[in-house]
């Protein structure tokens, strides 16, 4: 981009006039580097000189807004654009509805297509595209096929782009033989599968952690003469990092480089997230400096993974100690980051550093989120401070979050715990709890109602008040499930016992250690 101002100014020094074309190819350019503020100067120059804005000028801006992420502002230049009399067409409404599907807003994108369809345009190949993408989205897989066949009908031919999203989609849903189906139907189409398709069906099968069919599918691509890319072996690397596997991942890390395959911050990624995902953090390490050696510097995934590898494992001070280093190589700590970090200072039993670092988070921006608040709720949990817990959850709430499943599960788990020898605004709290939770129509799982219910014997034990509140949040088969138990232990004892039917019940093992039990960073 230096060098084409270079040019403009030397046509400007020469006197010639630069058409309008130079204008928008200017504006490409800022685009596809991210420079919003020199993108708005070149068209604000534009209209200095003379030109009167275009549909090309207006989609200009527009691709700017969407691949910078601010849809609403390119909705704001359509705006402008049709006040100014100019009419869209088929680029600037593909535009519209690929930034939509970025943010998987389903309706807007499709309320975009009705406009199209409204002004007696003729969708191309791109926005059928498009469009085939944002019912794979939203989980219509069948209308996106069908959508396929209108396109033939229309006389468009589709392309390998048609067919990704509709074999991620169908992979991805654990449905191999329609994603197979959809391979098959391409091939017909006269569409020759290409690496980047494969890689759809290996990622969506990766998602579903189904692993042996993703290197099934590898091993199709080899036999068909298609060499796999660097995204193939990453994404099977990334998904035997999900499940801990450190070998898998090392092995097709082997493979990438004796394929001479480029080593980039994706693939350094995947076998980071292995490591601290199998607390091989010694191993990670080694990684970090590999990637040093190579000059890949660490971004903020990179980091938030080494801070969450470390938090497992509740080392403060090497996540403390990660912070840091973020902060001396510019590196800004986003919500993940902090959330990884307090659920570290939660494990250590660091409950001061977890509330500092809460309002640190304030203090530069970042609002903390419900997973956040879930970590902090937990942390105190493990304390045996539900009082706190229970403070921390109204906070929540005053902040204008709204608690789900996980918050509520683990906040009432931590009051029942301590029922028995807390003072009364703890059951209170039980009470109200449980009121919302009604409210929002959450019941929990059987696994959950048979760990409460014992808590509940221990506090009233013949029933009471809070039982009664407290099983409305229990599953419908609720009943049935307690009248088999009971039925059961009176067949096989016949002493009454204070221990419970559940003792031995594998829902029961609650160590709060267990990484099971801290909410999914």
């Known amino acids: 981009m230096d060098r084409a101002e270079e040019l403009v100014r030397e046509m400007e020094e020469e006197g010639i006039d630069a058409p309008i074309d130079i204008y928008h190819i200017m504006m490409d350019g800022y685009t596809s580097i991210g420079n919003e503020d020199k993108c708005l100067i070149v068209f604000d120059r534009l209209k200095e000189c003379g030109f009167t804005p275009s549909v090309v000028s207006y989609g200009c801006l527009m691709n700017l807004y969407i691949k910078v992420g601010k849809v609403s502002k390119a909705f704001e230049v359509s705006e402008m654009m049709k006040l100014a009399g100019i009419k869209h067409n088929m680029k600037t409404y593909s535009m519209l509805i690929n930034g939509f599907i970025n943010l998987k807003d389903w309706a807007n994108a499709f309320a975009i297509f009705e406009d199209v369809i409204r002004d007696g345009l003729k969708p191309d190949v791109v926005l059928y595209n498009n469009i085939i993408r944002a019912f794979c989205g939203m989980g219509n897989i069948d209308r996106a096929v069908r959508i ?79 060499m796999p890319n660097e995204r193939t072996y990453t994404t099977i690397m990334d998904g035997y990092a999900s499940l801990g596997d450190t070998g898998k991942a090392f092995e097709y890390f082997s493979r990438l480089k004796d394929e001479g395959l480029e080593l980039d911050i994706y693939t350094y990624e995947a076998l980071l997230k292995a490591c601290c995902k199998s607390g091989r953090m010694q191993s990670a390490l080694a990684v970090t400096k590999e990637m040093s050696a190579k000059n890949i510097p660490r971004n903020t995934y990179v980091y938030n993974i080494l801070i969450d590898g470390w938090a497992r494992r509740g080392d403060v001070w090497e996540a403390a100690d990660l912070m840091q280093q973020m902060r001396q190589e510019g590196v800004q700590p986003d919500i993940h980051t902090y959330t990884s970090f307090v659920n570290a200072c939660c494990k250590a039993g660091d409950m001061q550093k977890a509330t500092n670092t809460i309002l640190e988070m304030k203090r530069v921006g970042v609002k903390p989120n419900v997973k956040t608040y879930t970590t902090l709720i937990h942390g105190w949990a493990r304390a045996s401070l539900p009082e706190k817990a229970l403070k921390c959850f109204e906070e929540m709430k005053r902040s204008g979050l709204k608690p789900d499943k996980a918050v509520y599960h683990c906040l009432m788990t931590s009051l029942l715990s301590r029922a028995t020898v807390a003072e009364y605004y703890i059951i209170e709290g039980i009470h109200r709890v449980c009121e919302e939770m009604v409210e929002s129509g959450l019941t929990v799982d059987m696994g959950t109602a048979v760990h409460w219910s014992r808590c509940l014997r221990k506090i009233e034990r013949t029933g009471g008040d809070l039982t009664e509140a407290l099983q409305k949040t229990f599953p419908p088969d609720w009943n049935s499930h307690r009248n088999l138990n009971a039925a059961s232990s009176n067949t096989g004892n016949t002493e009454g016992s204070d221990n419970d039917d559940y003792d031995d019940d594998p829902f029961y093992e609650t160590d709060s250690d267990d990484e099971t039990n801290a909410p999914a960073l």
Not at 180 to 197: E, K, N, Y
Not at 208 to 221: G, H, I, S, T
């Open 148 to 226: 396929v066949e209108e396109m033939k009908k229309e006389r468009h031919r589709p392309t390998s782009r048609t067919f990704m999203p509709i074999i991620h989609a169908f992979a991805k849903a654990g449905e191999i033989r329609k994603a197979l189906d959809v391979f098959d139907m391409m091939r017909r189409s006269g569409c020759i599968p290409t690496v980047q398709t494969f890689n759809a069906l290996i990622l969506g099968l990766v998602e579903k952690r189904q692993m042996e069919k993703a290197v099934e599918v590898l091993d199709e691509m080899l036999l068909a003469g298609i």
